[in-house]
């Protein structure tokens, strides 16, 4: 691993040119989220004077304490398993939240929100008992119902497949998210283009697959 934060993102921002060279897909579709999750406010500082822009945390009350340490005009996402009762907070902190799986916090986050809010469908596509998001039988019930809400905006689809080394495993899983994605566009008539997939060791294979958002955690702040 690099010694510094920008030679590790150099690292970074080459794995996705080439994974987007290799798919024929232009850089511009897809955005990089660093994961700030357990990593100080002096560590999204550098991240930010090398010009990254937009952050990801996994716990609304960590983010909470992080958030007003940080440099102001950063854009902050929730990555992690959301609460209802935290749901009011996390509106109020995250321009975009990734893990949202259940119809009811769709609402609760629709009451709380001061204006639009764009979230993401966690899906558990590999049906793994540990993992949260909705089994995929679920998610257009629940697009249906977002679309019925005043400021929940459903943007696309987010996954975290069972962790492999070989990040080839992961290939199967994306490319159901990205199917099921097309499946539900044309039952519901509803754009969802944002696909969350991807993470330090399988980012081309989900930049290969159709991802929107890269979660780059470790490889760009270190090991946690
Ligand atoms: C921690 C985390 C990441 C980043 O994982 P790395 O392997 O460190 O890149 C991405 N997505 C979610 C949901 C996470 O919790």
New binding site residues.
Partial sequence: MSDTFAERLDNVERRIDAACRKAGRSRDGVRL?A?S?TKPPEAVREAAGCGIRCF?E?KVQEAHAKIPLCPFGLEWHL??HLQTNKAKVAAQLFRMI??VDSARLLETLDAHAATALPVLLQVNVSGEASKSGLCPADVAEAVVAANRLQKVEVRGL?T?PPFAPDPEKARAHFRALRELRDRLQDETGTPLPELSMG???DLEVAIEEGSTWV???????GT?
């Fill in positions: 989220l994961i999750k990801g996994n990555v992690g990734h893990s987010m975290i993470m330090s060791h979660r780059i955690g470790t490889d760009l702040f946690r």
